[in-house]
């Protein structure tokens, strides 16, 4: 079993910034994919962002292209999500997925899910 638990989160004003972690522990015997998604009230879960295990092949949505910043360490099996320029609209539960394979957008491809945590941004 591998479990995946996210941190970072909170309230934070327009223009502000956030950086997030997610830590994997159990029994990790691969490499794996690591992505991010978000949920807002009411609205489905969406594709934030990916890198492979490499760390050198990242993938962002349109949304925050140019803002948010994926990396990760593999000696700590820990990758974060830099968050600049937060706007309102950023608002929504974060969660950290693990995929086995490669990275992809797409959420019922992911192997192993975090809790969440959630993201606040005021105008």
């Known amino acids: 079993q591998v479990q995946l638990v996210e941190s970072g989160g909170g309230l934070v004003q327009a223009g502000g910034s956030l950086r997030l972690s997610c830590a994997a522990s159990?029994?990790?015997?691969?490499?794996?994919?690591m992505g991010w998604f978000r949920q807002a009230p009411g609205k489905e879960r969406e594709f934030v962002a990916a890198?492979?295990?490499?760390?050198?092949?990242?993938t962002y949505a349109d949304s925050v292209k140019g803002r948010f910043t994926v990396s990760r360490d593999n000696a700590k099996n820990t990758v974060y999500l830099q968050m600049n320029s937060l706007k309102p609209e950023d608002t929504a539960v974060y969660y950290c997925?693990?995929?086995?394979?490669?990275?992809?957008?797409?959420?019922?491809?992911?192997?192993?899910w975090g809790q969440g945590t959630q993201v606040t941004v005021s105008s």
């Open positions: 997925a693990l995929r086995w394979r490669s990275a992809t957008m797409i959420p019922n491809q992911y192997d192993v």
């Open positions: 159990g029994r990790i015997f691969s490499t794996y994919a």
């Open positions: 890198i492979a295990w490499s760390g050198g092949a990242t």
